[in-house]
Every structure is written in C-alpha cells, then in structure tokens.
C-alpha cells in the first residue's frame, strides 16, 4: 500500500494523506541554518548545532508523535470554523490534501470547505532564515472572511536544557515585539549575542507570543482559543514558554488569492552593539531588518527559491544515470544523492530518530558518508576532512565523535573504538581519487586539536595504519577496543548494571578480544594506502604496507576462517564469535561483507563461498539480517549486541548500512545479478508499494529494517541519517555500475544484471563532463573501451588534456 508517489520530473515524493505510518520527513537547509519538517507541517529549526541552538520547540517521542511544527491555522471568521491546511495540529478532513517533499523544500496544502491554502517552506542559499510562503485562495461562489494564524513555539537554544530544566527556564523567557516583527531574545541579557525572529509580510490584527494566552488554560495545539474566538490576545510573555504568532485578517472575493510571507530566522549581534540604545536592555535588531524587509517581498522569496532549485540541479546533475531499472535511476539521479548531502550535513544529529542533543559528528560515520557526498561538495569534504583529523590523537587513535560548534573531540565518549583511524584512510583516498588534490596530503592538522602537534595529514594516515599493527592480539588479529564498527559488539564491556553506557564502559583490559572486521578493514585501507604511498614517491613505505596487508590477509584466511563463512571475532576469553561453534550468532553479516569487499579470498574460492553462505543464511526478501540466529538473551561477554530483541537493530536486524558490502563482494566476484538484486531488497522505492509494513519514507534509505526474527519483519526505523546512504550510493554508481573513481582517472568496470543491455549516464569528473554509454554484447563482465572514438586498452579512461569538456566513453560488456 501507497501514500503517495513520486513525481520524478520535479525531483518530488507527493504524500497524498497525511496519515502516513510515521511522519515523513525533509530536510530545509543546506549550509548553517537547518530544519526538518514531516508531511504535516512538524519538525524543528536550528543553526549548526542542532543541541546548542535550537530555535523552535519539537516534542519527540509524543502523542501524536510528530508535535511543534511550523503551523498555520485557518478560520472563516463567518462560521468561525477554524482548521489547518497541513493537517495537524487540528486533523479535520481535509479535502485535497498533498505534501510535496522536494530537494530543500517541501510544499504542504489542502482545500477545506472551498478554501484551498498551500505553503511552501524553504531556507534560502546563503541566508540564516527560513521562508514560508502561504497562499489561501477562495474556490466559493461567495466572498470568504477569514483569519490566518501562524504558530511556532521557541526553544530557550539548548535543547537539552529546554527539555529539563523548568525550574529556571520557566523564568527566563524573553520576547519583543516591533512592527509584526517577534524577537525572541531568552538569555540575551547576559552571555547570548544571538536572537530569532518572526515576521509577517502582511498587515496584522495582532500576535501572541505567551503559549499559555494563545491557547488557553487546559488546551492543546489542536484548539487555541486565540483560533477560535477569532482574535490574538496581543500576549507578550515574561517566562513560561515564549511562542510567535501572527494574526492575519483577510477578505477573499470569489476565486481571489491572496500570499503571505512569513520569514523566521536566526541572527547574531556585534558583542558590542548587542543593545539600541546602548545602555538599555532593548535589542538592536538593525542587524536584521534588512533581511527581514527582503523575504517578505513574495517576488523576493519566489527568486531565493529559484536559486535554491537551479543549485540542487547543478548538484545532482554532477552524476546521473540512465538504466533499465525506475529504482536505481530515481535513487541515484535523485534521493540517494540527496539523501548523502542529508548525512554530509547533520551527520547523526538530528533527525526524527536522533534527537539532536545527543550525539556530535561520528569520525567513523563522517569518513563514510564522504564515499556519498565527496561528487558534489569537494571543498567542503576538505574541510571535513580536516576537522576530522584534528580531532585524532597522537597515537593514531581518534576521538569516537566531535562537536561541530567547537570542532573538539567529545570527551563523553571519548576514544579506543579500534576500527575508526582507519575510516580516515578511506575518507582521503576517496577524496583524492575524486578530486586529483593531492596537496591535501601536506596540510598541517594538529592531534586533539593541540596547537604545537601539527604534522602533514599524511602522517595522519600513517599513524591511523600503525594503530592497528601496534594493537595486535593473540592471534595476529586486531585488538577491538571498545567496538568496531558494529557499536554494539561489545567484548570487553562487561556489563551487569542498567544505566552503564555500553559504548563506553569497559571492564576487561582489552588485550584479548580481536576483530577480524577490522582486519578486513585494514587490509582495504592498507592497500589504498600503499597506492597513496608509491605515487608520492615512496616505493619502500609502499611495499611495507603491501607487506603487511598480505601478512593481514593470511592472518585472516588463517585464524579468521570457519569452514564455510569468515569469523567475526574473537572474545575476552579468546573463543570465536560468529562460527559454527557457537549456539547463536554463528554467522555474521560484517566480516563475509567487508572481506570479500577488501578483496580477501577472491582468489582462493572463500570469499565465493562466504557470499554463498551470506545468501544461504542471512539473506531475506527484505535484505540481509546482521547475524544468525539472533541472540535469544543478554551475554555478558557481548554487550549491547545481545540487549536488542531478536531482529532488531545490531541483534539480526537488516542493518542497512552493511548489505552494501555484501553487494560490493558479490560485484568484485563478478555476480551482477546478485549485488543488484540485494540492491533491490533494500531500495526504498522499490519497497514504496509496501509502504504499510515498510512504514518509513520511501524515498531514502533507513538505518535498519527489522529482521526475520522480529514480529515486524520488513518494518523500517531510524531513517534518513545513516551510513546505508552513502555506501548504497558507492556500491550502486562505483561498483555495479562500475563508474569508478581511482587515483589516474575514471574507471568503467560494470557489474550488471545479465538481462541489462546497458545503460547511459553522464559523470562529471575533475572539471570534464564523461558521457558514458555502456553496451552488453555478451555475458560477461569484460569490458572494451572506446574513448572519443577510439580504442583504449583496460578499464581506466584516460585523462583528458586539460580543458576538456565532454569524453566520451563507450564500453563494451562481453
Ligand atoms: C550506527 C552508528 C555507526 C555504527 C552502526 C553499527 O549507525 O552511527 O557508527 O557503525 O550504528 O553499530
Ligand atoms: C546504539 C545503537 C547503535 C549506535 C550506537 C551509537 O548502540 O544500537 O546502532 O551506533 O547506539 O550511539
């Protein structure tokens, strides 16, 4: 069952009825000032941190559970009904209802009793605010009478806070009120430089800005009492809990329509012009009444908007594709793209599943999420970079998270999560191989961001590689730290009180429990490492590293081989996790995915069978489960792992972030059918006709669908921020489709679907535009090359001469 569809010329999902399973949301924003927003008009606002800044107020986990929002009411001032055009707050029947989720907009409207009102929400490129344009237009045979209200409620800035603290927060809040303009200025009187405002292009009957006026004593959001007599009570409010709303009186004639701009947005103050006149308590607000006065122009506001497209087409136009299939033309060339610059943004910060005031920026997560953006925002993949390597340590360690205000490592969690220096290696080299810069490598970064201890960022990567070789256990494997990159496989945590963290607390001494995931992953990084190694000229640091991949790689075939399936670990008391011999968990998705990725066992025939057993036992029509069998109860020696009910999350659940892996493995050993098909299991278009079990929006991945082994199998969670993003973008554009990035130029090694004839797509590339035809004229995955006409040996297009704007690139499948 649908809710809705996409409308892929216009680059939209249209939502059709706002009942959608759980709320579905976008994203505004593409630079400081972001928000989310769900099909009924929900979500939040903040600037940068989502923790540290938040400008409105959003209930999570509420009933309903999408609550605070950026909400318009409607009332006929005749009737004195009173409604809203987005569905919530107040869920009447709306006729005509549709929600149109697009690229850094969403459109949401309805008609109710001959009225129809849309407003479309955006936040302009370059500018710390956001624009709602409503328009209301009469469908009567008569002149309607009407009333707008609009309604935000402010956030005191630290969610955190604003979510705890009443007994002070209940005092502070702060508001002024100036030509229909709302200032909300809580804690502006002493530590705070910044404010937001609200304002109204049209001429008002009046505002609130105290909650309690506005809707009354003993009422919800679904029947304020400033709606329903008709009138704002003008409440300006001293504490308790600030809002801003405006109050518009407006006179239709029949099929007459009328626009309204509200503009609500973020601004900072010189410390030392904070207040007009200088020795009162007033705000200066001259800093944004230019900016004000611009958006409230619709001509103003419809001009933003149209940047804002041309931008999302520029960026997405960087790579698109021409296949047989409708799912992975529309992922790639639309939603997986965007969905990347989603996690490049907020990382794992704010989302409806990640509240926002919880965690920073993952190194870990961040280096991924490189592999899906790194195409469209290289500049500022630099900059990530960077302030990623700032945050490792001087031991080759990194810092699990940082804080994007500050950019420091985040002490609460701290470090020793064993695979995450080697997520840095990945991040650069896909950096490099996107962009040809290799001059990033001699920047200068500091460790723990320590004036003093800057080295060029390629002894960064050295370090990150030495980590692992100084962190050996008893079987050559290395030591797993805290986790790796299942968070929840904890071996040396121990943990027997409720409330411990399980990500942080460690009770053995770390110097038995190994990973053969981070094996995998050494060797991956390794080799991309000595790749970087001998093109800067150095041939002995490069064989070393070869070296030491293939003692890795042995190590592996060797300890870390069960028979039919890789390992995935050992524990504290040095016995295997993931094999035959154990009860439960025997097989584990990580290491059959990421070995045969990294190119471990292709040529002995394991990683055929790993993937073989993968499908035999993993594999579900809804995607591949994490392990099997999942874990019936709580081990000690396994952590958060085992806390799960069986088929959720990181215990046998889809965790979608790895199924790509298994999809590489299966391109690297030439099975096209296969890695597309897994790729189809997890797809979210394809899964858009069973939107009722899948329940997540269709059109961006979720960080996990429940597994076999749940009551709800095939029911998605934790969408939009996750690592599935960016490694499906990778695997479907890089490895299926074999358009690959590599240190010299491009590559075309397609691994298709044997009943695919070819596809087209078009790939900028270092400034040259590759237009890309790919032909099947046999089975196989063989590949002729024709560039420009002629014949050119191998797989890699050569790079053009400088200032070339097209290549193009045939090639041939046999
Ligand atoms: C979450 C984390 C990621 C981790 C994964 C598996 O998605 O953000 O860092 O690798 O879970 O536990
Ligand atoms: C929980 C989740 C895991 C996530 C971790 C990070 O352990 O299960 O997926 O990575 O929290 O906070």
């Excluded at 500049?379 to 390597?389: F, H, T, Y």
């Excluded at 002729?784 to 097209?806: D, F, M, Q, R, Y």
């Amino acid at each position: 069952m649908k809710y809705g569809y996409f409308d892929d010329s216009l680059r939209e999902y249209v939502i059709t009825r706002p009942d959608t399973p759980l709320p579905w949301i976008n994203y505004l924003g593409c630079q400081a000032y972001f928000g989310i927003i769900s099909n009924t008009a929900g979500g939040y606002s903040f600037y940068r941190d989502a923790r540290l800044r938040r400008i409105t107020r959003y209930r999570y986990n509420n009933a309903p559970y999408d609550f605070g929002g950026r909400y318009i009411y409607l009332r006929d001032d005749t009737s004195g009904e009173f409604w809203s055009p987005s569905w919530q707050p107040t869920r009447r029947k709306l006729e005509n209802y549709s929600c149109r989720h697009g690229m850094g907009y969403t459109i949401i409207g309805s008609k109710y009793q001959g009225i129809e009102a849309s407003t479309r929400y955006f936040v302009p490129l370059d500018e710390n605010l956001e624009i709602w344009q409503t328009t209301v237009t009469n469908h009567r045979p008569q002149a309607a009478e009407l009333s707008v209200f609009s309604l935000i409620e402010f956030c005191l800035w630290d969610a955190q806070d604003d979510s705890t603290n009443f007994q002070r927060n209940f005092s502070i809040g702060e508001v002024e009120v100036e030509d229909r303009v709302i200032y909300h200025k809580t804690e502006y009187r002493e530590r705070r430089d910044h404010f937001a405002f609200f304002a109204c292009s049209e001429k008002t009957a009046g505002f609130d800005t105290q909650r309690d006026a506005f809707l009354g004593a003993y009422r919800g959001w679904d029947n304020p009492a400033a709606v329903e007599r008709g009138q704002s009570g003008n409440s300006v409010a001293h504490g308790w809990a600030p809002i801003g709303s405006h109050h518009v009186k407006l006179s239709l004639k029949p099929s007459e329509s009328r626009q309204i701009v509200f503009v609500l947005g973020y601004q900072e103050n010189p410390r030392d012009r904070k207040f007009d006149p200088l020795d009162s308590q007033i705000l200066n607000k001259k800093t944004a009444k230019e900016v004000i006065a611009k958006y409230l122009v619709p001509a103003k506001a419809d001009a933003a908007f149209e940047k804002l497209r041309r931008y999302w087409e520029e960026l997405l136009g960087l790579c698109q594709v021409d296949t047989p299939d409708v799912h992975t033309n529309r992922m790639v060339n639309i939603w997986n793209a965007y969905q990347c610059m989603a996690t490049f943004n907020m990382s794992r910060s704010a989302s409806f599943y990640e509240s926002g005031i919880g965690r920073g920026l993952g190194f870990r997560d961040s280096n991924q999420d490189l592999l899906g953006f790194v195409h469209m925002v290289p500049g500022r993949a630099r900059e990530r970079i960077l302030d990623l390597a700032a945050t490792q340590l001087p031991t080759g360690g990194a810092y699990h998270q940082y804080q994007p205000l500050t950019k420091r490592g985040n002490n609460d969690v701290g470090s020793g999560f064993n695979d995450d220096p080697h997520w840095l290696i990945l991040g650069v080299s896909a950096y490099i191989k996107e962009t040809g810069v290799w001059s990033i490598l001699d920047e200068r970064v500091p460790y723990d961001n320590a004036p003093g201890s800057e080295t060029p960022l390629y002894e960064h990567l050295q370090r990150s590689f030495r980590y692992t070789l100084d962190r050996l256990g008893p079987h050559g494997l290395p030591l797993i730290g805290r986790a790796d990159w299942n968070d929840c496989l904890n071996l040396n945590c121990f943990s027997d009180s409720p409330g411990q963290s399980f990500q942080t607390t460690t009770n053995k001494d770390g110097k038995v429990a190994e990973s053969v995931f981070i094996a995998a992953l050494f060797v991956h990084a390794g080799r991309e490492l000595a790749q970087i190694a001998s093109r800067r000229g150095l041939p002995g640091e490069c064989s070393s590293y070869l070296a030491e991949v293939s003692k890795m790689d042995a190590t592996i075939r060797k300890q870390g081989w069960d028979g039919e399936w890789f390992i995935r670990a050992y524990d504290d008391f040095g016995r295997k996790v993931g094999s035959k011999e154990c009860a439960e968990g025997k097989i584990f998705i990580e290491t059959q995915g990421y070995c045969t990725l990294a190119g471990v066992g292709i040529d002995d025939g394991m990683a055929a069978r790993a993937l073989e057993s993968t499908r035999k036992l993993l594999a579900t029509k809804h995607g591949i489960v994490l392990q099997q069998p999942a874990y019936s109860k709580y081990y000690l020696e396994l952590g958060e792992i085992s806390s799960y009910p069986p088929g959720y999350k990181e215990n046998a659940g889809i965790f979608c972030h790895n199924n790509p892996w298994v999809i590489i493995g299966e391109t690297r050993v030439g099975n096209g059918d296969a890695a597309h098909d897994y790729y189809t299991r997890i797809n979210p278009s394809a899964r858009e006709e069973i939107s009722d079990v899948h329940r997540c929006e269709p059109y961006v991945y979720a960080q996990m669908i429940a597994g076999r082994d749940a009551p709800t199998h095939g029911e998605a969670k934790n969408s939009w921020l996750t690592g599935t993003a960016a490694w499906n973008y990778f695997a479907i554009t890089q490895w299926i489709l074999g358009i690959r990035t590599d240190f010299d130029g491009l590559r075309i090694a397609p691994v298709i679907p044997g009943s695919w004839s070819g596809f087209k797509a078009t790939r900028k590339f270092r400034g040259t535009t590759y237009q890309i035809e790919v032909q099947r004229a046999g089975p196989g995955n063989q590949v002729s090359l024709e560039v420009n006409g002629s014949s050119v040996p191998g797989n890699l297009v050569p790079l053009p001469p400088a200032g070339a704007k097209t290549v193009a690139v045939k090639a041939t499948l046999r």
